[in-house]
């Protein structure tokens, strides 16, 4: 059959998708952007995602604090081992960070929108949270103006991606950055490794590294009561 490529850079794909077995059958070359077949994936430091969210919350005053993830996903598990293991350094008593599991499945935007909710009727269990999905965050910003929760003066909300939207949003959502253009640059040239070398067995870079958040206005010193 006629390819209109020569290989591929595919962003966040599931190892267990089908198609990405039917690539490896018929030999086309691929390359994965963060989630993906380990030999064949531009990985991140997701365990330095989460330390530094939990640091730059804690730097705010924030003792209490949540962390929302896509369970099943590598990258957010790296990120909650991280988040945990910095408030362990921290000096965080153990039961300080929550784990928050939406009682309802669905989009990221939905389970924004029920994560609120459930705060609300917890009586406001913690005072940040860490999103590692920016559809959570936003979730939880649009929920609050229904319920007129001000951010950050009564929650703060920190998630990942230096993104137009994120930026954009009310209020503006401080972010760690993720160095997603570097990551496509890269993509894009073990691809054409893949294709001009010589060689049958060409080495991925070393996992990329993240070096800040972009404090915006939905993080904010905590208040005391």
Do not use: M
């Given at each position: 059959c006629r390819r209109n490529a020569d290989a591929a850079v595919i962003i966040r794909a599931k190892a267990e998708r089908k198609y990405l077995e039917n690539l490896q059958s018929n030999r086309f070359p691929f390359v994965c952007v963060y989630d993906g077949p380990p030999e064949n994936t531009i990985t991140l430091n997701d365990h330095l995602v989460g330390e530094l969210a939990l640091n730059h919350l804690v730097e705010l005053g924030h003792t209490r604090i949540a962390i929302a993830r896509n369970v099943g996903r590598r990258a957010s598990s790296g990120r909650f081992m991280g988040f945990v293991q910095a408030a362990a350094i921290r000096g965080l008593a153990a039961d300080a960070v929550t784990e928050v599991i939406?009682?309802?499945?669905?989009?990221?935007?939905?389970?924004?929108?029920?994560?609120?909710?459930?705060?609300?009727?917890?009586?406001?269990?913690?005072?940040?949270?860490?999103?590692?999905?920016?559809n959570v965050a936003t979730g939880i910003l649009s929920e609050a103006v229904q319920r007129g929760i001000q951010i950050p003066s009564e929650l703060s909300v920190l998630t990942c991606d230096d993104i137009v939207s994120n930026a954009e949003a009310a209020p503006p959502l401080s972010v760690v950055?993720?160095?997603?253009?570097?990551?496509g640059y890269l993509a894009a040239q073990h691809a054409w490794e893949i294709l001009t070398s010589d060689s049958s067995s060409i080495e991925l870079p070393?996992?990329?590294?993240?070096?800040?958040?972009?404090?915006?206005?939905?993080t904010a010193p905590l208040l005391q009561a």
């Open positions: 939406p009682s309802k499945l669905g989009t990221g935007y939905e389970v924004g929108h029920e994560i609120l909710r459930e705060w609300i009727a917890q009586n406001r269990p913690w005072s940040a949270i860490f999103c590692t999905s920016d950055d993720i160095p997603n253009q570097q990551a070393a996992p990329l590294t993240v070096e800040h958040v972009i404090a915006r206005a939905s």
